[in-house]
């Protein structure tokens, strides 16, 4: 197995406990480094209602074998094994109570049990087949029957991210989806840039809908952009060009609020709107909007109808095109990958190439934010850990 993550240390348990001489290679010092900084720290490490349909991909059945086969219970099981404290932070987000330090300390102990050969600091300078695969390292040439490629995607380099496992896809000719950076939010245009700059730090319960996905969850103005888990969220489904939309008043449907508004302009005429509108949005944020729908200024009384609507669309339906999203230094995954048509869903073997496995986020699965892509991880991991 090359790549000693979430998804690598997964497979190397499973084949070990089957009693397959396992030797897990990673280029790092150290294994899990994605794992430490994840959650915060804290390791948000499954999600009690993952799914299926949080994940992103070109086929999107393709996950639903190994999700169903290794499921939340499953890890949670392992959890308890290790007797490592964790709670539900919210919309079933399981977190670590101490540290994600405790889940690379469960995943090694594991590995020592299961007799994994465990190599660190180990460069694979190539991959050749001949009757076995041959990985070749600084050190010496590993024959092995069957080879996992577990080195995840390219997000957060400084953590040992490569593109090793989309180079040796395409050394055996298998096809790749376009990669990129996803739940890493959005950069504005210049002119979004500049008129919201002064929102910078402002938070804000909202509904972001991209590319067909809406999600209600928090955003936050950035001095460039807009992130929180809603428009993180949000980027996993934004394609170049794609535009956003964000209803900033998600508890009130567009009527009740043209209620609300026409209750306001009756008992209360002298208001100005965007107080008004402060008692329920950020006051910062309320008076970007106002400004936006040119409605803030004068009291709501003297305000004319068709400035009140341009404010409802403003409020529940404002869009914008993003420049790009932030990208691969702060992005929580990649998008894309090994194309699952290439894949059996059931093994993670490689159809065309007998042998040759592909597991975690090197694979075109990508999870929503939640727990959701280290759930991916085991559940792959554990499916190829079961056939290799
Ligand atoms: C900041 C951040 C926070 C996150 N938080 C969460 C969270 O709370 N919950 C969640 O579900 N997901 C989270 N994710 C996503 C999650 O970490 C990944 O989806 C998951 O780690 C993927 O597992 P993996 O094993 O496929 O890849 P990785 O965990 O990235 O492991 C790949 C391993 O391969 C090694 N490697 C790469 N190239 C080579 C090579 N050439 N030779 C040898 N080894 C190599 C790497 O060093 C690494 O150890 C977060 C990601 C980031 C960046």
């Known amino acids: 197995m090359i790549g000693a993550g979430a998804a690598g240390m997964m497979c190397a348990i499973e084949a070990g406990r089957r009693g397959r001489r396992t030797i897990l290679l990673e280029h790092s010092p150290a294994v899990g480094r994605k794992i430490l900084i994840s ?15 949080q994940y992103v991909s070109r086929n999107p059945d393709f996950c639903r074998s190994a999700l169903a086969r290794y499921t939340p219970q499953d890890f949670l099981r392992l959890i308890e094994k290790h007797r490592i404290p964790c709670h539900e932070k919210k919309l079933g ?43 070749r390292t600084a050190e010496e040439t590993l024959p092995a029957e069957r080879l996992v490629i577990a080195t995840g995607g390219l997000s957060v380099p400084k953590t040992g991210a490569s593109d090793f496992g989309y180079r040796i896809a395409e050394q055996f000719g298998l096809r790749i989806v376009a990669q990129a950076p996803a739940l890493d939010g959005f950069v504005f245009q210049e002119g979004e840039r500049n008129r919201f700059r002064e929102l910078a730090g402002v938070s804000a319960d909202a509904i972001v809908t991209c590319g067909g996905a809406s999600f209600r969850e928090n955003i936050l103005f950035t001095h460039r952009g807009l992130s929180g888990p809603a428009s993180l969220q949000g980027s996993l489904y934004w394609k170049p060009g ?19 508004l026409r209750t306001q302009k009756r008992e209360r005429p002298v208001a100005a709107i ?43 339906a404002w869009s914008f095109v993003p420049e790009r999203t932030v990208g691969y230094q702060r992005a929580e995954v990649t998008v894309g990958g090994v194309d699952t048509d290439e894949l059996s869903s059931k093994t993670m073997e490689a159809k065309r190439v007998p042998g040759l496995y592909f597991i975690g986020e090197v694979v075109d699965v990508t999870g929503w934010l939640g727990g959701y892509n280290f759930q991916w991880a085991w559940a792959s991991g554990w499916a190829a850990g079961q056939a290799v």
């Open 274 to 316: 965007k107080n008004l509108l402060a008692e329920r949005i950020p006051r910062r944020l309320s008076e970007a909007l106002c400004d936006l729908a040119q409605a803030g200024t004068q009291p709501i009384g003297q305000t004319p109808e068709g400035t009140l609507e341009r404010l409802v669309r403003t409020l529940q």
């Open 93 to 135: 987000q399981l977190f670590c109570d101490r540290s994600a330090r405790d889940i690379v300390e469960m995943l090694l102990a594991e590995c020592r049990e299961a007799g994994v050969e465990l190599k660190t600091g180990c460069r694979v300078e190539s991959v050749e087949q001949s009757e076995r695969f041959l990985i």
């Open 39 to 53: 959650g915060g720290g804290r390791c948000n490490f499954t999600n009690l209602g993952a799914g299926p349909k």
């Open 242 to 260: 794609a535009s956003v939309i964000v209803n900033f008043l998600p508890g009130l449907g567009a009527d009740e609020l043209r209620a609300w």
